[in-house]
C-alpha cells in the first residue's frame, strides 16, 4: 500500500515548484561559472607566439668539451656535384671545428663510390624524406638536419647548403665570422607584393608575422631549437601551402581546381614567419650569408618565372668574386630597409657563400685559391660519380 503526502495538494505543489526552481538555479549559477572560468582562461591563455618563446625558454644550455663547431647541412638532391670544391674546404680545417650532415633521397649512400672526398662517406641521415621542390616536405627536410645536428651539443652554428653552394673564403674566416656573432643570420622582410599569405593561416599566423626571405640561413642553436621544437606553425603549412601543377590539357577542368590551390612556396618563409611568430627579430641579422643572383628581367620573369642565375667557368671570374666579396649593404624594396652588414657590431663583408655554381665555376674557384690549394689533375683525372 502506498504511502501519501500528508501535505494538502497547494503546499506539495509549492514545495515541488521550488526544487526545480533551485534545480535550475544551481544550473544557471554552474553555467555562469564555467563561462567566467573559460573567459579566465582565455585571458590567461598566451598568444602563439607567447607559446613557442616559452617552450625555447625551457632549453637548457648545453656543456661540451673542445671548441664549438660549426654544422654544415648540405641539402640536396642526390649527390654533392661540388663535393671536390668543399673537401679541399675541409682539408684546411681542424675536423673538431665542424661537423657535416647530408640530406639526400632516401637510400642514397655516401661513400667512395658517390663521392670523392672523404668527409662525406657516410654523413647522409638514414630518416632521410623524399623532398617535392616548392612543398613543405623542403622545410621538412631542413629540420630533419636541425634535429640531428642538435644531438651533438657542440654544434653551436648551422649553416644550410644547397648542392650548388660554394664558399667564398677559407674556413678559418668564415669560422671566425660566424662564431663572433650571438645573431642568427636569416633573410627577413616583410611580404607586401606576394599573395603567398594564406587568410586561413589565421589565427595561428597573424598577416603582420608573414615574413619572406631567402631559404639559405646561418643559426645559433637556440633559433634551431626553436625551429625543431615547432609544432604549431609547420601544421598550418602543411595544410594550407600546395604546390600548384602546371597547366595539363588531359586533365581538362579539373586544372581550373588545381590552380586554384594556394602556392606559399614555403621554403622562403617558414624560417622567417616562425621566428617573427617566435619574437626573436631582435635576436637576428636580417640578411642572408648566402649570394644568388635572381633574374629581374620583367620580360623575363613573366615568361620563366624567377631563377637563380647559374655561374659558369667564364663568369665565375676573379673579378666577378672579387665583386661579390665586396658587397657591405643589402636594400629592402619593401621595407625600404638598408641593411649594412655586421657581425658582433663589426663591419663586415655580406656575404660567405654563393649560389649556384656549376662544376667548372667551381674548379675555377679552386683554382684561383679562394677555398685551398688545388690540383686540377686529380679532378679532371676522374670521372664524375653519378
Known amino acids: 500500500m502506498t504511502k501519501k503526502s500528508s501535505l494538502p495538494p497547494i503546499l506539495l505543489q509549492q514545495s515541488r515548484r521550488r526544487v526545480i ?3 535550475w538555479k544551481l544550473v544557471i549559477i554552474l553555467s555562469i ?12 591563455s598566451p598568444p602563439p607566439e607567447a607559446l613557442l618563446s616559452r617552450r625555447r625558454s625551457f632549453s637548457h644550455e648545453v656543456v661540451f668539451s673542445g671548441p664549438p663547431k660549426v654544422a654544415y647541412l648540405f641539402l640536396v638532391r ?56 616548392g612543398e613543405s616536405s623542403m622545410i621538412e627536410a631542413e629540420r630533419l ?52 599569405y594564406h587568410p586561413k ?9 608573414w615574413r619572406k626571405g631567402s631559404q639559405w640561413v646561418a643559426l645559433i642553436r637556440s633559433h634551431a631549437e626553436v625551429i625543431v621544437d615547432d609544432d604549431a606553425i609547420l601544421p598550418v603549412f602543411k595544410k594550407l601551402c600546395k604546390r600548384r601543377p602546371p597547366l595539363d590539357a588531359s586533365k581538362g577542368k579539373l586544372n581550373i581546381k588545381l590552380q586554384k590551390q594556394h602556392n606559399c612556396i614555403p621554403d622562403e618563409h617558414y624560417v622567417q614567419t616562425l621566428l617573427s611568430m617566435s619574437g626573436l627579430e631582435g635576436e637576428l641579422e636580417r640578411r642572408t650569408v648566402t649570394y644568388t643572383v635572381w633574374n629581374q628581367s ?27 666579396k665586396g658587397i657591405n649593404h643589402i636594400y629592402y624594396e619593401t621595407e625600404y630597409r638598408t641593411e649594412w652588414c655586421q657581425t658582433n657590431s663589426t663591419f663586415v663583408p655580406c ?36
Not at 593561416?201 to 608575422?209: A, E, F, Q
Not at 620583367?298 to 661579390?324: C, L, R, V
Not at 679552386?366 to 689533375?377: N, R, Y
Open 21 to 23: 526552481w533551485s534545480g
Open 33 to 44: 561559472g564555467l563561462c567566467v572560468f573559460a573567459l579566465f582562461r582565455l585571458h590567461l
Open 78 to 133: 642526390r649527390g654533392l656535384p661540388l663535393d671536390f670544391l668543399w673537401g679541399s674546404f675541409f682539408e684546411n680545417a681542424d675536423t673538431g671545428n665542424f661537423s657535416i650532415y647530408v640530406h639526400s633521397e632516401p637510400g642514397f649512400q655516401f661513400d667512395e663510390s658517390t663521392t670523392r672526398s672523404h668527409f662525406f662517406y657516410d654523413r647522409q641521415l638514414k630518416n632521410s624524406i623524399q623532398v617535392i621542390w
Open 145 to 196: 638536419l636541425l634535429d640531428a645536428a642538435l644531438e651533438d651539443p657542440a654544434n653551436q652554428r648551422f649553416v644550410l647548403l644547397s648542392d650548388s653552394c660554394v664558399p667564398l673564403y677559407n674556413f678559418s674566416y668564415i669560422y671566425s665570422y660566424l662564431m663572433a656573432s650571438p645573431r642568427s643570420f636569416v633573410d627577413s622582410f616583410l611580404d607586401v607584393k606576394e599573395g603567398r
Open 201 to 209: 593561416m589565421s589565427p595561428v599566423i597573424p598577416k603582420d608575422k
Open 298 to 324: 620583367a620580360t623575363k620573369m613573366e615568361n620563366k618565372g624567377w631563377h637563380p642565375m647559374t655561374f659558369s667557368y667564364a663568369n665565375a671570374s676573379p673579378q666577378k668574386i672579387k665583386e661579390i
Open 351 to 386: 656575404f660567405l657563400f654563393a649560389r649556384k655554381f656549376s662544376r667548372g665555376a667551381a674548379m675555377r674557384l679552386l683554382s684561383e685559391g679562394i677555398a685551398g690549394p688545388f690540383d686540377a689533375s686529380s679532378i679532371l683525372a676522374r670521372s664524375a660519380p653519378d
